[in-house]
């Protein structure tokens, strides 16, 4: 199993360009999350998919779009980046199977927007 | 809403020390999972330690543990015999107990150095 594997690893952009974050989970987990880390603020979340069909607004969703193509693939958006948005993305994902819903964690995208 | 605190930005332990990271929290929830993550220089998250709010018994992992004190909304990391591969980010996280999933809120993180 390859767990949650996220594309790409690094990206720099341009401000007003736009990109779209892939990630991928073959644990068959129903949850996702798009978490952003910044020097000094720890994780926080960008938005989450309790479940195929449904997303949700975290802490720091302006800016972002998602869509949760099926169970596997919930994919971050930037429609128009800005250089606040420079930060290391984190995908996520979950089930209740085990009762305690731990999380697996992607290797992260370091995204610079110049 | 809930917050995590970690008022430890940096702290550095001698090889083969102990250690111990503080964490507060602010809920009023009174079902939740409180987690310690490792975040190597690699990035990735590894998950250290789990503790479910409604066990008394603190929780243990070989050389980490806890001090879980409900009262006081405090959730402190213990590692013993520091390694050299100890070395990383170390993040509190808090998670609600519902039925179905939810997500984390993390603290903002202690840098721990392990010196030879």
């Known amino acids: 199993n390859a767990g949650v594997t996220q594309t790409p690893k690094f990206q720099v952009l341009k401000t007003g360009q736009s990109m779209t974050l892939q990630c991928a989970q073959d644990m068959n987990h129903n949850s996702m999350y798009w978490y952003r880390q910044d020097p000094g603020m720890g994780l926080r979340l960008i938005y989450y998919?309790?479940?195929?069909?449904?997303?949700d607004k975290g802490e720091v969703p302006n800016g972002y779009n998602v869509s949760r193509l099926n169970k596997r693939e919930f994919s971050l958006r930037l429609e128009s980046a800005a250089p606040s948005q420079t930060s290391v993305y984190f995908c996520?994902?979950?089930?209740?199977?085990?009762?305690?819903?731990?999380?697996?964690f992607g290797p992260g995208t370091r995204l610079t927007v110049l | 809403a809930q917050t995590v605190t970690q008022s430890q930005p940096e702290m550095s332990v001698q090889e083969a020390e102990t250690v111990t990271l503080s964490c507060t929290y602010d809920t009023s929830e009174s079902n939740y999972y409180l987690f310690w993550y490792k975040q190597p220089p690699s990035r990735q998250m590894i998950l250290v330690i789990r503790?479910?709010?409604?066990?008394?018994q603190n929780a243990t992992e070989n050389r980490f543990s806890v001090n879980f004190q409900k009262a006081a909304k405090s959730f402190s990391l213990k590692i013993s015999d520091s390694q050299l591969g100890d070395t990383a980010m170390y993040f509190c996280a808090f998670m609600k107990r519902r039925s179905g999933n939810t997500p984390l809120v993390f603290g903002k993180g202690t840098r721990l150095s392990v010196i030879a």
């Open positions: 996520a994902s979950s089930d209740e199977g085990q009762g305690y819903n731990e999380q697996f």
């Open positions: 998919s309790a479940s195929e069909g449904t997303t």
């Open positions: 503790q479910e709010a409604y066990k008394q």
